[in-house]
């Protein structure tokens, strides 16, 4: 009895683990597909095509394009404003420094071709925001997780000296934010590189004059 | 015969009056729609019903959604660019002062309902530039009528000594600009004007670190 409880657990167990697996090979192909031609742009054959799947297989897992999107805006977007915006700046021993360095990394490493695709939480905001309060919740959750990342690396400039006091964080750390998606969203049509160093060094002198 | 030929002259004249009008009139009504859904969540049924127009005399205009897309971004999203963002610096001593006071009017002054929408170029950029090289040609073409406006505008604040020489005017020209279309489309999202005027002031005082 013990043993097959222990095999029928381990079936269980294994079950889950291919389901998450291909829950997050989904999440990863759709968020491709939907950073290549919008939401409403990308299609979910397509999607269901590359994940290689049956469309029952794919479906149990989102059984609507909404839950889809909900799931990428949740799971893979956050991650991926902490990833590159947020947790890198634990490195800099001065986060003002870190926050134009991080931001100049990323335009040297961003492939020619996602130039012109701009930033992924940008994109869904400016299509989806407005259309759908729940994606709103979403969205918003996650660039509020960006804003407060920023806003906690500016305390930690202003306790380290780096920053002058005085300086109202909150707002500070919107604009920095709100400038990251305006480079990402003014790029996406320019497509020019040169343009987008010309916006990250612009950045970096405006916040040299809040330093100490 | 002279008669007849001033009679057929002032008719065809006539129709191209109503024609023109009946034109414009397609464009603020598609405008508006477009404004609020996005281009592909706009309904092209939706649009015509509110011309109160027959389809007949609706396509014969725009015979396609790309069409009136394209007639948009040319005829309508440039002369308010400069209307909104250009010919009001005019009325400043100090382009500089202009461009910061003229960006908190035009926050102060926005609709409450409008504050979800965003800006009209700034939608059509994310939504349509990667998906449609027309679209994306046209939406560029008023985008730089709107940076080179501002950095004649810079010039002029040098040439008056209100910014110091040295400045990279195209490069914080396109900062400006960029600024202006990164707080509309975080303010899209946020809906909060309190934000939005933080983005504004923040802006501002950068600029001020730039005057003389």
Same sequence: chains 1, 2.
Avoid at 31 to 40: A, D, L, S, V, W
Wanted: glycine letters at 6%; proline letters at 3%.
């Amino acid at each position: 009895m013990f043993q097959k409880e222990s095999f029928m657990a381990r079936m269980i167990a294994a079950k889950t683990r291919n389901s998450v697996k291909t829950r997050s090979h989904i999440l990863g192909v759709a968020f491709e597909e939907i950073y290549r031609h919008g939401f409403r742009g990308a299609s979910v054959n397509s999607i269901i095509d590359k994940t290689e799947l049956t469309k029952g297989a794919f479906f149990h897992h989102f059984p609507t394009k909404e839950a889809l999107g909900y799931a990428i805006a949740d799971e893979i977007l956050v991650s991926l404003i902490m990833d590159r915006w947020v947790r890198p700046l634990d490195n800099y021993e001065n986060p003002l420094e870190g926050i134009s360095h991080n931001f100049k990394k990323i335009i040297e490493t961003t492939p020619e071709e996602h130039l012109g695709f701009g930033c992924p939480l940008n994109n869904l905001v400016q299509e989806m925001a407005p259309e759908d309060p729940v994606f709103s919740k979403k969205l918003n959750s996650a660039l509020e997780k960006w804003i407060e990342g920023i806003e906690l690396n500016l305390k930690r400039a202003q306790k380290r000296g780096f920053l002058r006091s005085g300086v109202h964080l909150r707002r500070l750390a919107e604009f920095i934010v709100m400038s990251h998606e305006g480079a990402f969203g003014m790029v996406k049509m320019l497509r020019d590189r040169k343009v987008f160093f010309g916006l990250q060094a612009t950045l970096r002198d405006y916040l040299k004059t809040l330093q100490i």
